[in-house]
């Protein structure tokens, strides 16, 4: 019983800046780590950056020094800002939650529906 809410993607010209939040509700005992992910047409779906609650952070050697991830623990919800937006970025971006709901149940990963964010040049 645990949903995603995603929001804020859209378009954007090449340079701009976009904000994307993901917010986790439901049964979640325990967060071990929230993220977004990326998919372009004809390629894999890949990482772009994750967080944990203790604040560690990891991202795409691509979007390093452009992306910065953030979250708010109180409310389960990650954000993305994305600076200096290339055409390159434009993919469908998926939130991940890496979460169990019971202390003694195996970590499991819940995806929410995507969001299409498109950079024109």
């Known amino acids: 019983q645990v949903q995603l809410v995603e929001s804020g993607g859209g378009l954007v010209q090449a340079g701009g800046s976009l904000r994307l939040s993901c917010a986790a509700s439901?049964?979640?005992?325990?967060?071990?780590?929230m993220g977004w992910h990326r998919q372009a047409p004809g390629k894999q779906r890949e990482l772009v950056a994750a967080i944990t609650p203790g604040g560690d952070t990891n991202y795409a050697d691509s979007v390093k020094g452009r992306f910065t991830i953030s979250r708010d623990n109180a409310k389960n919800t990650v954000y993305l800002l994305m600076n200096s937006l290339k055409p390159e970025d434009t993919a469908v971006y998926y939130c991940?939650?890496?979460?169990?709901?019971?202390?003694?149940?195996?970590?499991?990963?819940?995806w929410g529906q995507g969001t299409q964010v498109t950079v024109s040049s």
């Open positions: 439901g049964s979640i005992f325990s967060i071990k780590a």
């Open positions: 991940k939650l890496e979460y169990r709901n019971t202390w003694w149940r195996p970590w499991e990963d819940y």
